[in-house]
């Protein structure tokens, strides 16, 4: 069977991804504009004839889009922030960790007619941090900090422009207000009761993010050792096909990690950094801000959407 796909918002960074993922699949159609993209009419009718849309859009728009869209069959993956913690929305991270005997965030994800995409960042904090507010390792109101950095590709098409021109600073922080758009989104898919301390960052590469949650542990109620901590990520992560959790007899020979070591893939890759002795760990999510953070999480929503194998075009 061949199910339509429209992409609303292909010309930008993530859409672009998006349909280079999707373009050579011959269990796909896609729904292609060209030059009438911009004509409302042409992208009603896109919106309502598809099977399938995936909205590659700022906040605003992407609400324009869905409010254009009235045929009930329509499946909608959304990129934007749009709806991230809106409550009539499933939340599209597939491996979000759940209680058992329950049903499964890909299971929700399979079901639902709209999906909200989790940003690149959230992916990664949430990936570290869930697990372990679940376990009752981390309680609900305890102050969390998240240090990540990201390729300039994360920043949209000015400032893929500006650090391309060589023009840009080799490290950007930013955020600085302290009221990053991302923040609602950590603080409720982690199920922590107070907003997260993000400090986000941007470097002169590319693509590819590191996102790192440091742990005093001796100060946690539960006071955990880095056994258990890695104990309860490995347990959330064992079956999935796209989170590894990595060893802690390969964190010790470490180094060092490169921020572009997963690019091209839909894989995250968690790490947990700690003396086993000690009484500090530091909690470090690798991810392509593209990929597991954008496009390839899309895709990956996508095919479960459409009662496919989730991993159907994806590395």
Not at 25 to 42: F, S, T
Not at 55 to 77: F, H, Q, S, T, W
Not at 291 to 313: F, I, P, R, Y
Request: aromatic share 6%.
């Amino acid at each position: 069977m061949t199910y339509s796909v429209f992409i609303d918002g292909e010309a930008g960074t993530t859409g672009l991804d998006v349909l280079r993922r999707l373009e050579a699949r011959a269990d796909l159609e896609i729904i292609a504009l060209g030059d009438r993209r911009r004509d409302v009419e042409a992208r009603r009718e896109a919106l309502n004839s598809a099977d399938a849309v995936i909205l590659c859009l700022p906040d605003d728009a992407a609400k324009e889009a869905v409010a254009m869209i009235e045929n009930p069959g329509v499946r909608v993956i959304d990129a934007s922030t749009a709806y991230r913690v809106d409550p009539a929305w499933t939340y599209g991270f597939a491996e979000m960790a759940h209680a058992p005997g329950r049903m499964t965030q890909g299971e929700k994800i399979a079901g639902a007619t709209r999906v909200s995409n989790p940003g690149c960042y959230p992916t990664g904090f949430i990936g570290l941090v869930r697990p372990l507010v679940s376990a009752g390792i981390i309680t609900a109101g305890w102050p969390v900090t998240v240090n990540a950095v990201s390729g300039y590709s994360g920043g949209g098409k000015a400032m893929i422009a500006e650090f391309e021109a060589g023009g840009a600073e080799a490290f950007r922080a930013y955020g600085l207000s302290l009221k990053h758009k991302h923040v609602p989104e950590m603080t409720l898919h982690t199920g922590l009761e107070r907003p997260v301390l993000f400090a986000p960052a941007v470097a002169a590469y590319r693509q590819g993010m590191l996102v790192e949650v440091p742990l005093q542990l001796a100060a946690l109620p539960s006071s955990p050792s880095v056994e258990v901590v890695h104990g309860a990520l490995a347990e959330a992560y064992a079956d999935c096909r796209f989170v590894e959790v990595v060893e802690l007899e390969t964190t010790e020979a470490m180094t060092g990690i490169d921020p572009e070591g997963l690019n091209g893939t839909n894989r995250m890759r968690l790490h947990v950094f700690g003396d086993r002795g000690g009484d500090q760990v530091r909690l470090v999510a690798l991810l392509d801000n593209l990929g597991k953070g954008a496009s390839g999480a899309a895709v990956q929503n996508l095919n479960l959407m459409l009662g496919l194998d989730e991993g159907t075009g994806l590395s």
